[in-house]
Nanobody
Framework: QVRLVESGGGLVQAGGSLRLSCVASGLTLRAMGWFRQAPGKEREFVAKISWNGVSTDYADSVKGRFTISRDNAKNTVYLQMNSLKPEHTATYYC????????????????WGQGTQGTVSS
């Protein structure tokens, strides 16, 4: 049984940082993705990382500000978020793809429960 558990969300002031973690169990080593969903908006792609961490990709809106990484020995994927703005407020989800990790939520089969990140102005 696949299980993804996110943590690390919280309330920070604009300009602050958050580091999200996602611990995975019950699945083979594969690429992983982070998505977010703000109130009243659709879930959107944030970042993805290859199974070995060599390849990463980001949404244009977070390039240079967010960093995705992983520690396979700990079965954990991270999302470091710096210089946060109020518009980054959302519930952040990690996800495991069915096959190839794309930027589309529909290509992901397993999701965590999400962790809330709130940025105050």
């Amino acid at each position: 049984q696949v299980r993804l558990v996110e943590s690390g969300g919280g309330l920070v002031q604009a300009g602050g940082s958050l580091r999200l973690s996602c611990v995975a169990s019950g699945l083979t080593l594969r690429a992983m993705g982070w998505f977010r969903q703000a109130p009243g908006k659709e879930r959107e792609f944030v970042a993805k990382i290859s199974w070995n961490g060599v390849s990463t990709d980001y949404a244009d809106s977070v390039k240079g500000r967010f960093t995705i990484s992983r520690d396979n020995a700990k079965n954990t994927v991270y999302l470091q978020m710096n210089s946060l703005k109020p518009e980054h407020t959302a519930t952040y989800y990690c996800a495991a793809p069915r096959a190839i990790a794309s930027m589309e939520p529909k290509d992901y089969a397993s999701w965590g429960q999400g962790t809330q990140g709130t940025v105050s102005s």
